[in-house]
């Protein structure tokens, strides 16, 4: 960008600078986000800017974004500043685009993230959570949260987020909880709610079960063992087994040695070869003597009989013959070793089993596993009827008091220094399998391992009651939810596209809803269970009452009222369980949409969260509304990656990378902030550190200049002074058409949620565009033609319309400097930019064959300038107002171009467009030297030096300086302006 340091001066007799009509504007170059931001909320809130925004909306067609809500503890990271910022562009863009668009952000205040920081804070002070009352308990919850809201209240709108902050919607709010009440009982109402055992993810360490939107992968190194299990002579049907199967062991591998002692069967494949094969020789040599030994025959899958040969440091062996597996029953390795495990185990034909791993068998306690107990409870014939699924394990991940040998000891540490590492049990286990003579070998495996989001450390899966929602159960209407949700997910529209795939997939193999926590802090299963008959109490009246009271005293009312209050005189309490387990949280914020959309709102419009949402909160408000309404509450989603460092790992605080959005915010300004984000492509995993946020910077300076520029050369602009586009020269119009062409790239980009495209059509139209074409050229204009004269006038109208509407299009992602433009253009008691709407573009601005000889002349311009620039380089000028260059084409477009736009001479044109005194275009190959660039086919540059004298005031080098007497040292254009400059200020300087 040239600014007025570029301008002429002169040595003559009369200094002619202060005739020069230069920019003028008090906008700083130097922006001071930091300490400007801070003002321009405090402003904004001064004048109740988004109740405003609401109110000049009033009567448009609504747009609603609902607002996924962050958990209520800790300060935000750039995470959750990141998709608040990318709502707000959302918001924003849709207001300005003529839409109603409220934004009501909210926070998720249930739960375990909470529940848990709570119980570190009593921990801190000597006490445990089961002696703390849980009215108690659940007030410091409630607290913690609210405190919380407040802080990363101040944080969001730190970054230039505007909304509802002042009446945000909560989970913990009363009528919230209500709501979530109601909505749990309509799927009661449905008969979809009902209470289940079978494994579940299992949080030792927090003593609850856990869905898998609450689990994280990590890598864990685990023990893992080679078990034998002796194959019985008798085969399930009463036959006998084989010769060479006798005194034979079924192997198995596991990376859980802690289950087995709820061993209950194995399993197979039938499409898996098996071999029994009998050891000759160990490796007798190794450190300690291996387990095998001469003699042995197990039972391997023929495809991994290598590594558990390897495994167990067997040397040689020889295959006795096939192993048919169908029927066979095994012993316990435990059987010897205590009469608990005196029992059958069976062999069970699994889908589930391969010979990619392992042993080719499924060692099976279908109380730890989901493949186990499917494949447990489709062979109810091998059932205990008392105890169908053995228990096994307590919820504080120990084994339980009746289980021999192993009873207390933990699977997974829970308490002190050591929580969540490898508790004793998994070397008890293996001790006793030495001891019983059926441990075969053990190794160390690196594997993903499930583990809580929030406690970090490993979770195991454990036999429970739970309650479920039913997917697959008729909801009376013919359709499941599992159906409805599907079809839902194919009327949506999904941003990427490829989201689609990911949540129809997550649905179509989920299993049934767990929606039970054993916590205190939540909502909780407003319902009354048969002591008798197990029936869940459906009564309307019933819970009409509950829900009454949820509205009135919040979800405690449902620990502090009375169980007879709620069920009236048709019941009686001593007859029903009154259950206290709490909703799960996704349950919670997938009801949001039930209580948080006013009126006219729902559905919403659009979600907009991150990836991991689609088995979160995507998933969860898909399924609730499905389940109450049939349909989704959103009509698009649109989801973004998360943030890394600049070397694309994540960001943690061992690694020292962890940037906090409000940190950047004060060291950089929060606009800064945005621009990375809307600079981003946010469909991937986003990279950030202090190398890109300086990249960011040098954006905004360039941006800045621009709008400085912009603003200094409208000076005193008056409406006056505007000049029809008929009346316009031709780079006017031709600018006029780029705005056009802009105004569609900028409002198809908002509409399609693609603000990176948004950002760099606009940033690079600045670039490309103004500071080194249009405003470059006409610098000349704007300095030294008379303020009356139609190019300058069009020039001006040109830049008039530019600078608002880059300001307008901008502001929904810079909104603090878009302000700050907008009040040094109309002063300080302006209605502020962010009351706008982008401006209508008048469809005569459109001309294509307009464009396209101008891009013909863009491309001829970018030859003499690169080879202006040769000649700067090499000192032959030092300014291109020195250079009158030949400029030889072969394209005759190039000709036609320059000859249909020019208004006279087409080389006055060609030399005004270039920036040079003279020019001259010729029709041919020109000299074998000239100059010639790729950028510009068809082009050859030959530099001749300007003839003439040059103009004291503009520089430009002519054959008319002189030409008015008044004024010998000027062009004849200069010494007109300067005589219209003399006559304003009656006489000559």
Known sequence: MTDASDAPETSSARDYKDTLFLPQTDFPMRAGLPQGEPKWLERWEGANLYQQMRDTAKGRERFVLHDGPPYANGHIHLGTGMNKILKDFVVRTRRMAGFDAPYRPGWDCHGLPIEWKVEQNYRAKGKKKDDVPVAEFRKACRDYAAEWIDVQRTEFKRLGVAGEWDDPYTTMAFDAEAAIVSEFLKFVERDLVYRGSSPVMWSPVEQTALAEAEVEYHDKVST?????????????????????????????????????????????????????????????????????????????????????????????????????????????????????????????????????????????????????????????????????????????????????????????????????????????????????GNLLARGRLEHSYPHSWRSKAPVIFRNTNQWFIAIDKDMGDGHTLRQRALEAIDATEWTPKTARNRIHAMVSDRPDWLISRQRAWGVPLTIFVHKVTGEILNDAEVNARIVKAVEASGADAWFETDAQD??????????????????????????????????????????????????????????????????????????????????????????????????????????????????????????????????????????????????????????????????????????????????ETVRAAYASYDFKRAWSALFNFCVNDLSAFYLDIRKDSLYCDRPDSVRRRAARTVMAELLDRIALWM???????????????YGDEAASVHLQTFRDTPESWLDGERAERWRTIRRLRRGVTAALEVMRREKVIGSSLEAAPDVFVTDPAYRSALETEAPGSVDEFLAELCITSQAALKDGEGPQDAFRSEDAPGVAVVFRPAEGRKCARSWRITTDVGSDPRYPDLSARDADAVAWYDAQRGGAA
């Open 566 to 743: 709620f069920l009236g005189e048709k019941y009686a309490a001593a007859e029903y369980e009154q259950v206290t387990d709490i909703l799960d949280v996704w349950f919670d914020s997938g009801s949001t949409h039930a209580f948080a959309l006013r009126e006219g709102e729902w559905p919403a419009d659009v979600y907009l969260e991150g990836s991991d949402q689609h088995r979160g909160w995507f998933q969860s408000s898909l399924l609730e509304s499905c389940g109450t309404r049939g349909r989704a509450p959103y009509k698009a989603v649109v989801t973004h990656g998360f943030i890394v460092d600049e070397k694309g790992m994540k960001m943690s605080k061992s690694l020292g990378n962890v940037l906090a959005p409000n940190a950047v915010a004060e060291k950089y300004g929060a606009d800064i902030l945005r621009l990375w984000a809307a600079s981003a492509d946010y469909s991937g995993d986003l990279r950030i550190g202090e190398a890109i946020l300086q990249s960011a910077v040098d954006a905004y300076r360039k941006l800045r200049n621009t709008l400085k520029y912009l603003l200094g050369a409208l000076d005193g602009f008056a409406e006056a002074e505007r000049v029809d586009p008929a009346d316009m020269p031709a780079l006017e119009r031709f600018m006029l058409h780029r705005m056009a062409e802009l105004d």
């Open 811 to 825: 502001a929904p992602l810079l909104p603090f400097t878009m302000e700050e433009v907008w009040v040094a253009r």
């Open 224 to 436: 893992t063992i080679w078990v034998k299990f002796p194959v019985r002579g008798v085969k399930a049907d009463g036959s006998g087994i084989s010769h060479s199967m006798a005194g034979a062991s079924v192997v198995i591998w596991t990376t859980t040695p802690w289950t087995i002692p709820a061993n209950k069967a194995i399993c197979y494949s039938g499409k898996i070869a098996y071999g029994i094969y009998e050891v000759e020789g160990a490796d007798t040599g190794a450190d300690f003597l291996p387990w095998a030994r001469p003699g042995d025959k197990l039972i391997v899958a023929d495809a991994l009989w290598d590594d558990v040969a390897k495994a167990g440091f067997i040397v040689k062996a020889k295959r006795l013959g096939d192993a048919d597996m169908a029927g066979v029953i095994c012993s316990h390795p435990f059987a010897k070793t205590h009469k608990y495990w005196d029992y059958r185990v069976p062999l069970l034909e699994g889908d589930h089993v391969t010979d990619e791993q392992g042993t080719g068998f499924v060692h099976t306690a279908p109380g730890h596993g989901a493949e186990d107990y499917a494949a447990w409870m489709a062979n109810k014939v091998w059932h205990d009827p008392k105890d169908p699924i053995p228990h096994t394990v307590g919820p504080d991940g120990a084994y339980l008091p009746h289980i021999p040998l192993f009873a207390g000891l933990e699977i997974v540490r829970t308490d002190g220094k050591k929580a969540g590492q490898d508790g004793p049990a998994n070397k008890a286990v293996v001790d006793t399998l030495i001891e019983a």
